[in-house]
């Protein structure tokens, strides 16, 4: 077993079993880009300031830029028997440079260099999920656009409920990815803040330059408190909710999804690439990518709550389970990356069945508010109309037909105030154009919602 930095202090090596429940290099390896571009700001200002000799520092970052590129072309391979990314990159540079390697860790621990890393990797992995969020909605900004006129039935309790068009339905998820959107925004925010000069948990007696490091690192500021820098993982946690919210909205629109391609739907078709069969039932076509984005819901849900159990008991400041972070973190950020990026292909190439859309809108009475609100129109109070046209409903139930299709003198049966302008009032095209207030689904307000999707994407280009 390889000597550990910090064996000076103890009279006995660690049991190899320990030693591989308390190495993290399986996981935190990802991190190396991260690892070795801290320690080169950090050598970096370390020279700058004379803590150590500007030959020293040019020295230890030409070492760190070499270990960057082997490990890149992979002339250089991750030991599987090292602690973690830290001191594997540190143990190498010494081997390469001798005892100037040993300088680097001056003025820092691994405490604040391991929240350093985190912060440094999350905030990259942030502006990755974003990209993919704004190629889902520019993907939904392109089905509204070839939708805008194609009625469907919206619902209430998965029934039937009012007439709406599937290029509104669809803008209901581009509102929900905008906020999640601004939540990645503010998670970054709140990540972009560099801990390193916090030490193991008080500072350093050396005079470092923690701005010098953060403007290096491209760092909006740096951590205020010590023992906050290094125990701190709130933006871990944060980040790990603002996934969890995201997963949930992919969820909702990968659950219409399965409804919609079924028989008793028949609202889309899934492209054959992204659809898989059966092995034993030569005729299915199962949507097996919307269910699994759905599955994974659940398993980015319990990144968030491992990560929330493992913080909530720790005192101040640094303690072993933070270690916990990445693996529940990177494992959330992995499979929210891969579902939208599947998701959106997905979503991309789907048909839109507009006849059975329409036909189901046909049923279910989705007018009748309409055939309510015309009784208004006429001067009948809300709920005397709402009564009428609940028997009008009533009585196509029985008679097995439609408000469209029942005879004016029926209608006039429930009241006088009915004229043969009763059918323009209940067409479900109007119906739909009817709804022009801010927001609905009107195709003026859609075509208003659909400006401010594409003004966003633009934005963010």
């Known amino acids: 077993m390889k000597e550990k930095m910090w064996d000076a202090r103890f009279s006995k090596k660690v049991d190899a079993r320990v030693n591989d429940f308390n190495s993290s290099i399986r996981f935190d390896y990802r991190m190396y880009r991260c690892d070795i571009d801290g320690s080169v700001a950090h050598a970096t200002m370390l020279g700058e300031c004379g803590i150590i000799s500007p030959a020293e520092a040019d020295k230890i970052v030409a070492g760190l830029k070499q270990i960057k590129a082997d490990l890149e072309s992979g002339t250089l391979a991750f030991d599987p028997e090292a602690e973690d990314i830290h001191m594997f990159v540190e143990e190498v540079l010494t081997q390469r440079i001798g005892e100037t390697g040993k300088r680097l860790h001056t003025a820092r621990s691994r405490n604040d260099q391991v929240a350093l890393d985190i912060r440094m990797y999350l905030r990259d992995r942030i502006r990755d999920i974003q990209k993919r969020v704004l190629s889902l909605l520019g993907v939904i900004a392109h089905k509204a656009e070839e939708n805008t006129e194609t009625v469907m039935p919206g619902y209430t309790?998965?029934?039937?409920?009012?007439?709406?068009?599937?290029?509104?339905?669809?803008?209901?998820?581009?509102?929900?990815?905008?906020?999640?959107?601004?939540?990645?925004?503010?998670?970054?925010?709140?990540?972009?803040?560099?801990?390193?000069?916090?030490?193991?948990?008080?500072?350093?007696?050396?005079?470092?330059?923690?701005?010098?490091?953060?403007?290096?690192?491209?760092?909006?500021?740096?951590?205020?408190?010590?023992?906050?820098?290094?125990?701190?993982?709130?933006?871990v946690l944060e980040l790990a909710s603002a996934l969890s919210i995201l997963m949930m909205h992919m969820s909702r629109f990968a659950e219409e999804i399965i409804l919609w391609c079924s028989s008793e739907f028949r609202f889309i078709e899934l492209d054959d690439a992204y659809a898989t069969g059966s092995s034993i039932m030569p005729q299915k076509k199962n949507p097996d990518v919307a269910e699994l984005v759905r599955g994974k819901t659940g398993r980015v849900y319990g990144d968030l709550t491992t990560l929330l159990t493992m913080m909530k008991g720790l005192p101040l400041a640094y303690n072993k389970d933070m270690q916990e972070d990445k693996e529940a973190i990177f494992?959330?950020?992995?499979?929210?990356?891969?579902?939208?990026?599947?998701?959106?292909?997905?979503?991309?190439?789907?048909?839109?069945?507009?006849?059975?859309?329409?036909?189901?809108?046909?049923?279910?009475?989705?007018?009748?508010t309409d055939c309510a609100d015309y009784l208004v129109k006429k001067g009948m109070p809300f709920r005397d109309a709402y009564k009428v046209s609940g028997r009008l409903v009533a009585h196509c139930i029985a008679e097995e037909t439609t408000l469209e299709e029942l005879p004016l003198e029926v209608y006039r049966r429930y009241s006088p105030l009915f004229e043969v302008d009763v059918y323009e009032a209940i067409d479900l095209a109007a119906c739909v154009a009817g709804r022009n207030a801010y927001g609905g689904p009107a195709p003026a307000s859609v075509r208003h919602q659909l400006d401010l999707l594409n003004d966003y994407l633009a934005s963010h280009a």
């Not at 925010?189 to 390193?196: E, F």
């Not at 494992?331 to 979503?347: C, H, K, P, Q, R």
């Open 157 to 235: 309790h998965l029934q039937r409920a009012q007439p709406v068009t599937f290029a509104h339905y669809l803008l209901a998820y581009a509102q929900m990815l905008e906020r999640d959107f601004a939540r990645l925004e503010g998670a970054y925010a709140r990540t972009n803040v560099m801990p390193l000069g916090s030490g193991a948990l008080a500072a350093t007696t050396y005079p470092i330059d923690r701005q010098r490091t953060a403007q290096l690192l491209g760092f909006d500021g740096v951590t205020e408190n010590s023992i906050d820098g290094v125990s701190d993982r709130d933006f």
């Open 331 to 368: 494992d959330a950020l992995d499979n929210t990356e891969i579902s939208l990026e599947v998701f959106t292909a997905m979503l991309d190439t789907l048909t839109v069945r507009r006849d059975a859309m329409r036909a189901a809108a046909s049923r279910g009475f989705i007018n009748a």
